[in-house]
């Protein structure tokens, strides 16, 4: 479906841990990004990438970092995860430096206890 | 850099009702305003979007607007049905740039 899976769904995980999180695309698009939702945010961009080993901050890049060895996967990762960044992450891609709309994915719920 | 405001946050209307959520951005050189709807538990997909050089643009019952002198642009859903009830979220970038979304609108339509 749309060519774009996060994993996992779903992770609860403790205060001070590493969490990664993967997102993998199968429609070699070149722009990958990382947004947060929470509610009465909206949706907020972390970081994002224009192609492999290209990345950017976003709005609230602190205390996450991404990588992006390849065209499909683009990671994410809480280096010591806290309670404010419990949230829905989202994944999403688009095709080219023009403006087009972005694909999303499914979506991670992370817990941070 | 770009700031979206989106209005309101919730819109409760009735089945046949029209709706019309606004949004304004600060970065006079976006270009591009699409919108999306989120259902409950769901991704958020493109609905339509509108670029700088049109001032108007519709498909079926939704339709959007941009007024770029006041930078500000609108959706519009006419004819409301139960299942428009979702999210709403308006974005904007400018060329080559990142969207910048909105805080988004919870719309309700009630049978």
């Known amino acids: 479906d749309a060519g774009i899976t996060q994993s996992p769904r779903h992770k609860v995980t403790e205060t001070g841990t590493p969490v990664t999180l993967r997102c993998h695309q199968t429609?070699?698009?070149?722009?990958m990004y990382w947004y947060r939702q929470d509610p009465g945010h909206g949706l907020r961009l972390i970081h994002y990438s224009y192609g492999v080993k290209d990345t950017d901050k976003g709005e609230v890049s602190d205390g996450y970092s991404v990588s992006r060895s390849k065209t499909e996967d683009f990671l994410l990762t809480l280096e010591s995860a806290t309670s404010s960044q419990t949230s829905v992450y989202f994944c999403a891609i688009s095709g080219d430096s023009e403006n087009y709309g972005y694909t999303f994915g499914s979506g991670t719920r992370l817990t941070v206890v | 850099g770009e700031n979206v405001e989106q209005h309101p946050s919730t819109l409760s209307v009735q089945e046949g009702d029209s709706a019309v959520i606004k949004c304004t951005y600060s970065?006079?050189?976006?270009?591009?305003f699409p919108w999306y709807k989120q259902e409950l538990g769901k991704r958020p997909q493109l609905i339509i979007d509108i670029r700088s050089n049109v001032g108007e643009k519709k498909d079926q019952r939704i339709a959007v607007t941009l007024n770029k002198t006041a930078k500000h642009f609108s959706l519009h859903i006419t004819e409301t049905q139960p299942e428009d009830s979702a999210v709403y979220f308006c974005?904007?970038?400018?060329?080559?740039?990142?969207?910048?979304f909105g805080q988004g609108t919870e719309l309700s339509v009630k049978p």
């Open positions: 970065d006079s050189a976006s270009n591009y």
């Open positions: 429609e070699n698009h070149r722009y």
């Open positions: 974005a904007a970038s400018r060329q080559g740039g990142k969207l910048i």
